[in-house]
């Protein structure tokens, strides 16, 4: 089953979203890669791009904006599709068509540290601040010093410091054009994955009300 032949599973109105889904593994040759509360990720047959689906996530709406705006910069995914929808009587499906990326493991190194776990203890840092004020220490500074004790803290040997703000300079950027107070910062170790060398992020921010509308949303019918 190819991709724009999901719309003929319309007359499958009887099935739950999460049976849906299950549906698309059985009878496609797309292989499933994982998910999370929100979304479920396929591998395209060609082993060179992934698909997306997800019902509920405005945050993740915002960041694909974001990115499809800054395509050039080398920390984000690049889009082989834009968000497209499938709609049935009751929900509406979306999905995405992005390149195919490397998981990045706790032993990696990247830029001279370890980098997943620079980026999970730097997500520890944010939550605890919350995002008015990590924004706001961004702005004045402050946060760049706090970056610099972490790189110290994981780092091995020949720290590429100017490479890893010019990521965290990208994180932020998108947080003060798209985010709100209800928003959750979420660049933890397993929102970013790798091409080649390069970290890329993927799935930087979250919101609650979408979080709870997706899991109820799942043993619903079409």
């Not at 047959?45 to 800054?70: G, T």
């Not at 091409?195 to 979408?210: L, N, T």
């Amino acid at each position: 089953m190819k991709l724009y032949e999901l719309t003929g599973i319309k007359k499958l109105n009887s099935l739950s979203v999460s049976d849906l889904i299950m549906y698309f593994i059985d009878n496609s040759k797309y292989m499933f890669a994982g998910n999370g509360a929100q979304a479920y990720v396929f591998i395209h047959p060609n082993n060179k791009e992934v698909i997306k689906f997800w019902m509920f996530d405005s945050a993740y709406e915002s960041f694909i904006k974001y990115v499809k705006e800054h395509q050039s910069n080398q920390f984000l995914p690049k889009i082989i599709k834009g968000i497209n929808e499938l709609k049935f009587k009751n929900h509406t499906i979306k999905y995405i068509r992005m390149e195919k990326l490397k998981e990045l493991n706790n032993s990696t190194i990247i830029y001279g540290v370890e980098f997943k776990k620079l980026i999970n203890a730097i997500d520890k840092h944010i939550e605890k601040k919350g995002i008015s004020k990590i924004l706001s220490d961004y702005k004045s500074g402050v946060f760049l010093k706090t970056l610099n004790l972490y790189i110290d803290m994981f780092s091995t040997n020949n720290v590429d410091e100017k490479s890893i703000i010019e990521f965290y300079n990208t994180y932020f950027d998108f947080l003060q054009s798209s985010s709100s107070d209800k928003s959750i910062p979420d660049l933890q170790g397993d929102n970013v994955m790798l091409r080649g060398k390069i970290p890329v992020i993927i799935d930087p921010i979250a919101d609650q009300k979408s979080i709870l509308l997706s899991l109820d949303a799942l043993g619903k019918t079409l």
